[in-house]
């Protein structure tokens, strides 16, 4: 700023001068002046420059210093930001593949349990069957032992009863002397004892045979037919009780069983409704047919004497040779074999009684 104030100083002096003088010498000092002016000029500018090329060197020298710590700053983040990004990346890759896998899995895990599952469902469901099978057959087993003792009761009384009477017979035949009018007597108790034992033996025959013929072949069977069959058997006993008898099958009038077994279950149902008639009533009976389910129903109702069901043993109503009335003539065979039959056909018998009013048989037989 000093040379500047100088070259100041010597151009206004030089003005003067120039003004004031008008001289040779004058003009030559004036000259001299203005080259020694120029001169400072000359050197104030270029001091300027080297100052202004300071300034830009400093500037430059800024500039390179924050290129150089940009460089050492920004640069590594940068390039710790893309790694770290490449980390991520490769992270969010990995547990996708792990998300993969463990949804691979679960769905794996999934259908396994369904599996299991299953298997369990049809293990429970065998189970079940079994278990139906063996109570099935526990109760099979158990009424087959009931027939059992039946039949040990049978051949222990009904077939030893007449062989005893028919062996204290003989033993007391006069064989001295035949004319003696004692053994006319016991040859006609004799024949009495034979006829009984000998019924004795067919209804054993015959309750055997329907235990052996389970797999007779079925048919379809159209029950109203059936009905008029047994009706047209039963014509001499409905005429000697006047009784009506009535029978609806439209709501199931065939069905798919064995056509003997089917008469013989009808015909026995409708004939003990009429023999044990109340006395003060004209019998009245209606047979019907329907379907529940999967099962065929047939209701044979009546309006006869009943039975009292409080104090009566459900077996003893089914059983071989048991009776519940004894005013009449009978066996006790019929509803046995009714039993024996539907429970052949795969099917059930129950009854509905009272005692005065009457009694109603439901059978459920299956429609297969």
Known sequence: MGNASTALQFLETYK????????YGSQ??????????????????????????????K????????????????IPLL?????????????????????????????????????????????????????????????????????????????????????????GLISIFNVNRLD????????????KSAANLDQVIKDLNMIISTRQSLDALKEKVDLEEIMRQVLIGLEANIAATQASIQYDFTL??????VRGYMHSILHN??????????????????????????FCCLTVADNGLGIDLANTDTYKIFGLYQRMHTH??????????????????????????QLGVGTVFRIMLTLL
Do not use: C, W
């Open 79 to 167: 390039f710790f930001l893309i790694r770290l990004n490449r980390k991520r990346r490769r992270a969010n890759l990995d547990l996708k593949r792990s998300q993969y896998k463990i949804d691979l899995k679960n769905r794996l895990l999934q259908e396994q349990n369904k599996q299991i599952a299953a298997q369990a469902a049809n293990l429970e469901q065998m189970v079940k069957e079994r278990t139906r099978d063996l109570q099935a057959t526990i109760k099979g087993l158990n009424s087959h032992n009931k027939d059992l003792q039946q039949f040990s009761y049978i051949v222990s009384h009904n077939i030893r009863s007449p062989i005893t009477q028919i062996l």
């Open 16 to 23: 003067y001068l120039g003004d004031s003088l008008n001289t």
């Open 269 to 294: 149902l409708v004939s003990n409704a009429i023999k044990y008639h109340a006395e003060n009533r004209t019998p009245h009976i209606v047979v019907s047919s329907d379907q529940v389910g999967d």
């Open 180 to 191: 003696d009018r004692f053994n006319m007597e016991i040859l006609k108790n004799l024949q």
């Open 28 to 57: 030559k000092k004036l000259e001299q002046v203005r080259i020694i002016n120029a001169q400072a000029i000359q050197q104030v500018h270029e001091k300027l420059m080297q100052k202004k090329a300071e300034a830009v060197e």
């Open 59 to 74: 500037e430059r020298n800024y500039l390179l210093m924050g290129s150089l710590l940009f460089a050492a700053v920004v």
């Open 328 to 353: 009449t003539e009978g066996k006790g065979l019929g509803l046995y074999l009714v039993k024996t039959q539907v429970e052949s056909l795969g099917g059930t018998i129950g009854v509905e009684s």
């Open 252 to 257: 199931h009038p065939i069905l798919y069983t």
